[in-house]
């Protein structure tokens, strides 16, 4: 088998890495990765993840079995629409379903309208009523820009000025332009997050072993909110019972729903949840792998992925197994000053010592020296007995390094021990 791998991230090498331990996959593409994937042998197509016509071409000149589809932006814009109606096969939802991402109105409504348990939420256009209702509820509150936003169109507001100021900013300072021409505001939630992914074909699911990711950017969850700065996976002190009524309440219903509104979901589903005194609820769905939970999840399969997609898409019923020992810990290494504005083409340093696993994600290559490319710009994973012994191991290795310009937390895995 020849597979395509749309996207460019950290998540997008594991999947990649994954698919190329199969013993039937001979050739792994991804258009257009980065250039710290090539050690692992996946090979980079040059060819930008929107430009579907000419992914399209490469598919099919190069003969590939089917594509996966990693990042929320291609789907968003119809990339399996596109694919399905050249007649190539293709592994994510179509346009009209990977909106349960694309618009956080749509997935509340979709949610209130089946009885799916998620905070309670209003949707505003005007900023007169966005804020009335602000003052009428009080903080704290969590204000959301409608739209895709990489994850930073989210503010956990903690007192009224801050829920009026990120209001103001997103409905009329055009700071996610259509992203936020919608804002949901929504009850302040308390509880453990855990992500819940699920391998999805129309009607069949098949929840993943569930993950934790550190949206913040700086230990003790302190600093503003990122793409996700480490996860591991499984989550031990979240009991099954949790797991298998988030299942049962949310994911079930869900792909139901969707199927209902006809908008059938294949692809994968991802459930941010929360567990609430009155048990899970969701946060926010993806209609993706979450990155980094990817880089924790996956290398813990131990049944063949690219048969498991390749089963899905024929609506066959796939085997799937899980490494049930110990923990895998992710740690990403970030530009300094991510989320916000940070440099690029800083080299990175010598990692020739590392025995830890490393997925790379915002980096490029110049004159045969890796430099960084993105907020994000690789991930450690290590595997072991127990999280704090794989924080032992992961953390002594990586702080040895001499990273310059660069930061990660020191406490991934830590709630975990608590
Ligand atoms: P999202 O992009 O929707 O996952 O939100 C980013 C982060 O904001 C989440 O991981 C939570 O930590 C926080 N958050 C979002 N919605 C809520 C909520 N209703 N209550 C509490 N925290 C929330
Ligand atoms: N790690 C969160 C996300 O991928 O959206």
Redesign the pocket.
């Known amino acids: 088998m020849k597979i395509l791998v749309i996207g460019s991230g950290g ?1 997008e090498h594991a999947i990649a890495k994954k698919f190329l331990e199969s013993s039937r996959v001979t050739a792994v593409f991804v258009a257009k990765g980065n250039a710290g994937m090539q050690k692992d042998g996946i090979q980079l197509v040059d060819i930008d993840e929107n430009n579907h016509v000419e992914l399209i071409a490469f598919a099919k000149k190069a003969a590939i079995d089917f594509t996966f589809v990693g990042p929320e932006v291609p789907l968003a814009a119809g990339i399996v629409d596109d694919f399905e109606s050249e007649g190539l096969r293709i592994f994510g939802p179509r346009k009209n379903a990977a909106i349960i991402e694309g618009s956080k109105d749509f997935a509340k409504q979709l949610m209130k309208k089946y009885h799916i348990p998620t905070a309670k939420s209003e949707t505003f256009t005007d900023i007169v009523r966005a804020v009335d209702y602000i003052e009428e509820n009080g903080a704290p509150i969590v204000i959301k820009a409608d739209g895709l936003a990489a ?1 930073k169109g989210v503010v956990v507001a903690e007192t009224v000025d801050e829920a009026v100021d990120a209001v103001v900013a997103m409905l009329s300072g055009n700071k996610f332009g259509k992203s936020g021409a919608r804002v949901v505001i929504e009850e302040f939630l308390v509880g453990e997050e855990f ?1 819940l992914l699920n391998f999805v074909k129309d009607d069949q699911f098949y929840p993943m072993i569930i993950a934790q ?1 550190h ?1 913040r950017a700086f230990d003790d969850d302190k600093g503003s909110n990122t ?2 700065m480490g ?1 591991y996976a499984p989550v031990a002190h979240i009991a099954q019972s949790v797991v298998d009524d988030a299942v049962e309440t949310i994911v079930k219903p869900t792909v139901e729903a969707m199927i209902e509104e006809g908008r059938s979901f294949t692809g994968i589903l ?1 459930a ?1 949840l929360i567990l609430t005194e009155t048990g899970p609820k969701v946060i ?1 769905f ?1 209609a ?6 990817t880089q924790v999840v996956l290398p813990r399969l131990t049944s063949d992925f690219a048969q498991i997609i390749d089963d899905l898409l024929d609506n066959r019923t796939p085997e799937i197994t899980w490494e049930a020992d110990g923990v895998t810990l992710g740690v990403v290494v970030a530009s300094n000053g991510y989320p916000e504005d940070y440099q690029n083409e800083i080299p990175l340093p010598d990692l020739s010592q590392i025995t830890s696993e490393i997925y790379y994600a915002g980096v490029k290559e110049v004159a045969g020296q890796l430099v960084s490319n993105g907020g994000r710009v690789l991930l450690f994973a290590r595997s072991a007995k127990t999280i704090a012994k794989a924080q032992e191991e992961l953390y002594t290795e990586i702080d040895q390094v001499k990273f310059d310009g660069f930061f990660y937390r020191h406490d991934i895995g830590s709630k975990a021990l608590r």
């Not at 993706?288 to 939970?293: A, T």
Request: aromatic letters at 12%; a negative charge.
């Open positions: 998540r994850g992500s990711d949206k793409g996700g996860a991802y941010g926010e993806n993706r792998f979450g990155d980094p939970e």
